[in-house]
Each structure stands twice: as structure tokens, then as C-alpha cells.
């Protein structure tokens, strides 16, 4: 795979998680009959926010493989290894919220931030080498 397919291939990946959380926002709502935002229920609330974290953290990492791609400073084995934990992460993430019902966080959601935080802090330092140190 060139580094290019790499960054589409997680980035479609990523691109369906979102989906499958609109559509259990969707799925929610309706089973809770709730037209907009949350409604005060916990399960849509849920939900909401599983879509919502995604939909904040997705993009960031979709710009961020194109960079790589393109700028090309770290090994195609390293941008699986970021890309798969990314995206390893939006999923323990996305089940966790959505499913966890008990007291604090929960061990998906925890998961989840942990491993799409070190790809996130992983991803900027190959775009700062890629800008810096590469050129």
C-alpha cells in the first residue's frame, strides 16, 4: 500500500464508525422519542455524545494521515501503527459511551481516549518532523 491508500483506508474506516454512531443517535431518539439534542434521557445522551466525541476527533486524524501521506516522514509501518490505534480507539470510545451504564467513565471509554490520545500526540509529532526536521 502507498502511504496515500494507507491514510484513505483509515480514513474510510473511521468515516463508517461515524455513520454507524449517527445512526445509533438516530436509533435512540426514535426509541426514546426524542426529536432534538438529548431530551434528558441518559440513552440518547449517550449516544450523542459517543457520535459527538467521534465527530470531533475524526477529522482531526483524517488531515493528519493526508498530511503524513504527503509529507511522507515516518515508515508506512508506523502510519498503520497510528492509524490503527486511532481508530482501535474510536471503537473501545464510540461502544464504551454507548454502552456503559455504570459509575464513571468505564474501561472502553478510558481505553478508547488512551489509545486515540497517543495517536493523536503520535500524529503531531511525525507532522512536526515531517515539517521541521525533514525539510
Do not use: C, Q
Amino acid at each position: 500500500m502507498t502511504k496515500l491508500e494507507i491514510a484513505a483506508f483509515y480514513s474510510a474506516i473511521n468515516v463508517l464508525i461515524l455513520v454507524i454512531l449517527i445512526f445509533g443517535v438516530v436509533s435512540a431518539r426514535r426509541a426514546n422519542r426524542v426529536v432534538l439534542g438529548d431530551g434528558g434521557n441518559p440513552v440518547v445522551l449517550r449516544a450523542v455524545r459517543a457520535h459527538g466525541n467521534a465527530a470531533e476527533t475524526i477529522p482531526v486524524a483524517i488531515g493528519a494521515l493526508l498530511f503524513l501521506s504527503l509529507l511522507d516522514p515516518i515508515p508506512s509501518w508506523a502510519m498503520h501503527l497510528l492509524g490503527a490505534a486511532f481508530t482501535a480507539g474510536r471503537l473501545a470510545h464510540g461502544y464504551g459511551v454507548s454502552t456503559f451504564t455504570g459509575p464513571g467513565p468505564g474501561p472502553g471509554r478510558m481505553i478508547g481516549m488512551g489509545l486515540t490520545t497517543f495517536s493523536l500526540i503520535g500524529f503531531a509529532i511525525a507532522l512536526f518532523w515531517g515539517a521541521f526536521v525533514r525539510a
